[in-house]
């Protein structure tokens, strides 16, 4: 698809930092939703409306995540709410719409609109990368959070998708004694062939208290309060995965346990390279189209 305009609703560092690299490309980019935001590029014309950022571009860029609550675009840059319900009476069937975690209830709206939007965090490439940046940030809070080296420190790693995996890498290459816990045995099987050790969910209640150190990546309650009064008092958790998270957290806070929820981390310790990311899986579904 050859596009020379794009537009931009919305976003934070990540978002800057991609309409900085798109219009270094040479593109005309044209946004809505940063109004507490110097631009320097001239390149980039910031609109005082939605209509004037969207119009005449085929191609609609929103935050990562798309938005919190379902009702407003995530924007905090811009110091009014910017509603989802009027994105969408302005896009028309010829734009795409591209951004990060679009719930299902609204990807069902612009599909039933003829629009058709492309959810950057479904494609494999970018959820790859993005996991890199993600993990970085779980070891820097985990070295923050310790007295000690993690080298040589068991280190539960809760799950074994793609941030699972290269949290796993990472901590094998600092030392540390990573154990990793999954339900499938085919995830046993892999996690045995790269030589962590593995712990099966069934087993994981005859293991909590050997840990003083989780990581976990599995978007749903696993540490229920059970589970939470069997770990070590001076505990650390640090929680990788979306809502609802994977640990009971008003228990751990009653038992004063080090909870660390760490949601959105590529925005907060690595937003330039997470916008290099964009921008390749973007320059890829361009193609594509």
Same mark, same amino acid.
Do not use: W
């Given at each position: 698809? @050859? ?8 976003? +934070? ?16 980019i044209k946004t809505f939703g940063f109004d507490k935001?110097?631009?320097?590029? =001239?390149? #980039? ?12 571009s085929k191609i609609v860029i929103g935050p990562l995540?798309?938005? *919190? ?9 811009? *110091?009014? *709410? ?42 494999? !490439? ?9 993990? !970085?940030?779980?070891?820097? /809070? ?9 080298? &040589? ?11 699972? @995996?290269?949290?796993?890498?990472? /901590? ?8 990793? !816990? ?7 099987a892999w996690i045995k062939a790269y030589g962590y ?5 069934? =087993?994981?209640? &005859?293991?909590?208290?050997?840990? &003083? ?8 309650? #696993?540490?229920?309060? +059970?589970?939470?009064? %069997? ?16 640990? =009971?957290?008003?228990?751990? %806070? ?10 959105? /981390? ?20 361009? !193609?594509?189209?």
């Open positions: 698809m @050859k596009v020379e305009q794009i537009s931009f609703v919305g976003g +934070d560092m990540r978002i800057v930092h991609l309409i900085e690299l798109l219009a270094k490309d040479g593109y005309k935001f110097t631009m320097t590029n =001239d390149h #980039v014309i910031k609109c005082d409306t939605l209509v004037e950022a969207i119009e005449d995540p798309f938005s *919190s609550n379902n009702e407003t675009i995530n924007a905090p840059f811009n *110091s009014t *709410s910017i509603l989802i319900s009027n994105l969408l009476e302005l896009l028309s069937s010829k734009q795409i719409l591209i951004a990060g975690r679009i719930d299902t209830k609204i990807g069902t709206m612009l599909l039933e609109n003829n629009i058709k939007v492309i959810d950057i965090m479904s494609r494999e !490439e970018f959820a790859v990368l993005n996991a890199i940046s993600t993990a !970085e940030g779980a070891l820097q /809070l985990a070295m923050e959070s310790s007295q000690t080296t993690l080298h &040589n420190t068991p280190v539960l790693v809760m799950g074994f998708g793609r941030i699972g @995996k290269i949290t796993c890498k990472m /901590l094998d290459g600092i030392g540390a004694k990573v154990y990793c !816990e999954a339900r499938k045995f085919s995830d046993i050790e593995p712990i099966h969910l069934n =087993d994981l209640d &005859n293991n909590i208290n050997k840990f &003083n150190l989780f990581i976990n990546t599995i978007p749903f309650v #696993v540490f229920t309060k +059970d589970r939470i009064d %069997k770990m070590n008092k001076n505990a650390v958790f640090i929680d990788l995965a979306s809502k609802p998270g994977g640990i =009971d957290v008003n228990y751990a %806070k009653k038992k004063d346990i080090d909870l660390k929820l760490a949601l959105s /981390l590529p925005s907060k310790v690595a937003p330039l390279t997470t916008a290099y990311h964009m921008k390749e899986t973007i320059y890829n579904i361009l !193609e594509e189209l």
